[in-house]
């Protein structure tokens, strides 16, 4: 019976030591980070932290901004397009009949990269149906967005019908529609 494993009173003599050294280990008061920037041992803590850390010598201020807006742009992508297929689904149920599904996307995507930008109602709008229509010049297309932008007498009625027998303008102010629509839909998600 030599290879009986040894009891537990065997170990009885042994466990206080480990207690005590589990004990002094957890009420020890050292710090793991200096918690009070006015403390004068602090500047000397917070060099050494940045003296590890190897992007700070690499990287000028403006570089680290624009790798950090990189960043959240891409980090809102990624939320942003969890919502989006109700979205895209609600409008394809709405305007699907008149408007070419790859507008509808152009013009859904162009908004939510818009979105994040300080921009003007009116140069959104235009900027959403820019792609869709690149033979024409912002200023005409200012031209159509401007009674949408600008809320001027009463609604704007667009003419609905099939899209291959709507004119060139007719196309156009219903694209702006759409991209109004999009934009109050996002800034309202937004909101919430």
Do not use: H
């Not at 980070?33 to 403390?39: A, C, E, G, Q």
């Not at 901004?65 to 891409?74: K, N, P, V, Y």
């Not at 409008?91 to 930008?117: H, M, Y």
């Amino acid at each position: 019976m030599t290879n009986q494993p040894p009891s537990f009173l065997e170990f009885g003599d042994s466990l206080d030591p480990l207690t005590e050294n589990l004990l002094d280990v957890l009420l020890e008061t050292e710090d793991s980070y200096n918690w009070d920037p006015t403390n004068p041992d602090a500047e000397a803590y917070f060099q050494q932290l940045e003296a590890e850390f190897p992007l700070v010598n690499t990287l000028d201020d403006l570089e680290i901004e624009e790798q950090a807006d990189m960043f959240f742009s891409r980090l809102n992508d990624c939320w942003s397009s969890v919502d989006n297929s109700d979205m895209k689904t609600s409008l394809k149920e709405r305007f699907g009949q008149f408007v070419p599904d790859s507008w509808l996307e152009t013009i859904v995507n162009k908004a939510q990269a818009l979105l994040r930008q300080n921009l003007s109602q009116l140069n959104q709008l235009v900027e959403c149906v820019k792609p869709l229509w690149s033979a024409w010049t912002e200023e005409d297309l200012e031209v159509f967005a401007r009674p949408l932008a600008y809320a001027m007498r009463g609604r704007t009625i667009i003419k609905q019908g099939d899209w291959q027998e709507l004119s060139e303008i007719e196309q156009i102010r219903f694209s702006m529609v759409i991209a109004q629509e999009v934009i109050n839909e996002l800034t309202s998600e937004q909101l919430q």
